[in-house]
């Protein structure tokens, strides 16, 4: 089981910065495929980015103000957003599954059996 919690939510102006970061429990770390979801009310939730076992994939319209990574040894994985926008504003979500997956399947949330409880993020223009 990996248990998931984010922090470095927040508030940032427009054009500004953001570094979530997700810790893990359990043990095989290493394992897991970790990602980035997001979600505002009403919608679904979005992927955003993921890293499995070397291969990262990112939101298409998000990828230039993105870097997703990993450490292992630490059981944490970490998004780096910048030029943050309005519309980047919504509860972030860490997410993980025991096994790998291409940059394309990646993206489907239905993969992911361990979801974090969320952490916001609020950009004002």
């Known amino acids: 089981q990996a248990p998931l919690v984010e922090s470095g939510g927040g508030s940032v102006q427009a054009g500004g910065s953001l570094t979530l970061s997700c810790a893990a429990s359990?043990?095989?770390?290493?394992?897991?495929?970790l990602a980035w979801f997001r979600q505002v009310p009403g919608k679904e939730r979005d992927f955003v980015a993921a890293v499995s076992r070397g291969t990262t994939s990112y939101k298409n319209s998000m990828k230039d103000r993105l870097t997703i990574s990993r450490e292992n040894t630490r059981n944490t994985v970490t998004l780096q957003m910048s030029s943050l926008k309005s519309e980047d504003t919504a509860v972030y979500y860490c997410?993980?599954?025991?096994?790998?997956?291409?940059?394309?399947?990646?993206?489907?949330?239905?993969?992911?059996?361990?979801w974090g409880q969320g952490t916001q993020v609020t950009v004002s223009s």
């Open positions: 359990g043990s095989a770390f290493s394992r897991y495929t």
């Open positions: 997410a993980a599954f025991d096994g790998a997956c291409t940059a394309t399947s990646c993206r489907d949330r239905r993969l992911y059996s361990y």
